[in-house]
């Protein structure tokens, strides 16, 4: 499994604010001007930049800037490498019930035999 | 859609190192105490122990310690509750890709018809 991904840790670092999750889910419904998803929110312009910036930096978003107005859209790619990775950690668990399992049940039909 | 929940916020954190990750893939195989899970890693036990003390905090792992040995599992519900936000993100773009699909096949059937 990849633990080691440089760009997990930006993508999980980037869902770790409620501001930037909130943008997100703004995102969801689809593509935005900064000042609208900026609208919602009680912060200085710049401060709310760095939250862009550093959603775009993950791959969370693109923008795309014409005359004065940037626009800014969801990237589907880095959600999926984050269920990914979280998926993984479940399919171990999973495996390890299943083995588990399998190893009482073994048990309950031949008490007697070592396993 | 809960994107204040200060517990994401901590959650999301966690998960955003290689180390933390590597913890917790290998917890998701079972059980284990810190010194087999600081093994595989260079780095001294008070830095490793900020890991462990940090997905402590977060809830993705519990540790329970008896005589010397501090033994640490997994915990399923904090794992649930991000792939919950992720997985209702995607939700999200799938109702905007149908009503979009239904508007193009609406717009082909009906060329003439105001939508």
Known sequence: ????SPHLDVVFQALADPTR?????R???GP???S??????AMALPSFMKHIRL???????????Q???????IERQPFAAAEGWLSAQRALWEARTDR?????TATVQNPGEPQ
Do not use: D, N, W
């Open 55 to 65: 959603l775009e930096g993950s791959g969370l978003i693109r923008t795309h800037k």
């Open 21 to 25: 999750r909130a943008v997100l889910g």
């Open 100 to 104: 588990l399992e399998q190893f009482v």
């Open 1 to 4: 499994m990849e633990q080691y």
């Open 32 to 34: 935005a001007s900064i």
């Open 36 to 41: 609208v998803l900026a609208r919602p929110f």
């Open 27 to 29: 995102l969801g419904e």
């Open 67 to 73: 005359g004065r107005v940037r626009t800014c859209a």
